[in-house]
DNA sequence: ATTATATATCGCAAATATACGATAATAAAA
DNA sequence: TTTTATTATCGTATATTTGCGATATATAAT
């Protein structure tokens, strides 16, 4: 049992869930705050305002770059995180989108 | 270890964390997508469609129901579902407002 | 009253996510 | 070259999520 069922699902809506996931943590959304506040965004800093231990920022830094959401380049002994822009713009359509997209569909709907 | 620290972000990075979990699977955005579609939202017409057993659709019902996306009312001998627009508007800009955010806090840098 | 239908809940198994200490890896500084 | 500093990864413990069969619950139909 629990085998993974996501596939089952239309690609869509596998990138949106995936999204989603990405942003379903409180400590990944201040990081991309932080990230976003800061002209040099330095692993080191974010660590120090988080009240995470650094091997855990490092793991939800890690998830925030397989979703795309931020790049990050080593930078001789220190690492350097910012926001892709490209892709998060690319998923804040994707998102508001499927907002429009529900709400178009049922604009002209009473129920419940 | 592994004690929950959710807790030691802001409210508002929760309440957008909890959105985003609510969102975090695509069985869940394909039932939005399916409620949305509908003039009448009954519970049995979501599970035939869904690639998923009968318990489990019930269990990704209930999680929207706690995020506050959809409502739900018992209907005699069935159940109706509908999107909630109230919390779902209000969470869709709570969203725009982060991606506004973080976009007008960075728009003049280039970093990385 | 019995049967059939629709949905929710329980209990369990497996998979993922969260968190952190310890340690590895790498480069700057001494 | 040894030390120090920074970040990533490993291993592990625990918590949560996912999925489903079985069962409970409640209504409609017979």
Known sequence: MAINKKEAFTPIDQKLADLAKAMSH??????????????????????????????????????????????????????????N?????DFNAEFNTLFGDLQIIASNQSCC
């Open 85 to 89: 822009w490209d892709t998060f713009k």
């Open 26 to 83: 409180p400590a990944r959304i201040a990081i991309l705050r932080i990230l976003a506040a800061h002209n040099s965004c330095i692993c080191g800093e974010i660590v120090e305002v988080m009240p995470l231990a650094q091997a855990t920022v490092s793991q939800h830094l890690k998830e925030l770059l397989n979703a795309g959401l931020i790049k990050g380049t080593v930078d001789g002994k220190k690492s350097c995180y910012c926001i």
